[in-house]
């Protein structure tokens, strides 16, 4: 596994909510990747283990309310499976979405994965005349209205490449049919790779 570096920005912390700079190169992400991969076996291994001894409802109740998974970047740090859910395929589209960006953007060598509640783009760079992309993970990008909200949130960003990046199952990977807006935010779709 490539060494990777991880920057926790000062600030405040919620028990679930997690603020995280993460600096990527090209050879990073594979190893980030397989973190989410541990992290999710380690949690699979308790739920198994869980639901072979509890009745069915106290079985939903311990996966609920009780913290049956990790932080999907560090085993040892517990969380709420429903928390796990949430940030490890939010985390995921980054790294894909880190991916996809590396390939459009080859004199680009470093990027900020800014996971969680960090503050700024989900992925942003100086490099290659800046690189500012707004990243999630739903059933459907339209949930919340989430795919527009996030196309305005890039349109503001003084980047030159500015991306809306996202994982559903509803679409293939591709260009997204949301037309391109005056600021040229590119939206794509990651699909679903795991």
Request: proline share 2%; glycine share 8%; aromatic share 8%.
């Amino acid at each position: 596994m490539s060494r990777r570096r991880v920057i926790f920005v000062v600030g405040t912390y919620h028990l679930y909510a997690m603020t995280k700079q993460v600096s990527v190169t090209r050879s990073d992400v594979e190893g980030y990747r397989d973190s989410l991969r541990a992290s999710a076996k380690q949690t699979q291994a308790q739920i198994a283990a869980l639901a072979g001894t509890e009745d069915s409802l106290e079985f939903l109740f311990q996966l609920k309310f009780q913290s049956m998974g990790c932080d999907p970047l560090n085993l040892s740090r517990k969380l709420n499976l429903i928390e796990q859910l949430n940030q490890t395929f939010t985390y995921l589209a980054s790294f894909n979405g880190a991916n996809f960006l590396f390939s459009r953007h080859l004199d680009v060598h470093h990027l900020t994965l800014n996971l969680g509640t960090a503050a700024g783009s989900d992925i942003e760079s100086a490099e290659g005349g800046g690189i500012a992309a707004e990243v999630f993970a739903s059933v459907t990008p339209r949930n919340n209205g989430k795919l527009i909200k996030d196309i305005k949130k890039v349109s503001g960003a003084k980047a030159r490449h500015r991306y809306v990046l996202f994982m559903s199952p509803e679409r293939e990977v591709g260009p997204c049919g949301v037309r391109q807006n005056d600021a040229g935010v590119i939206v794509w779709s990651l699909g679903c790779a795991l």
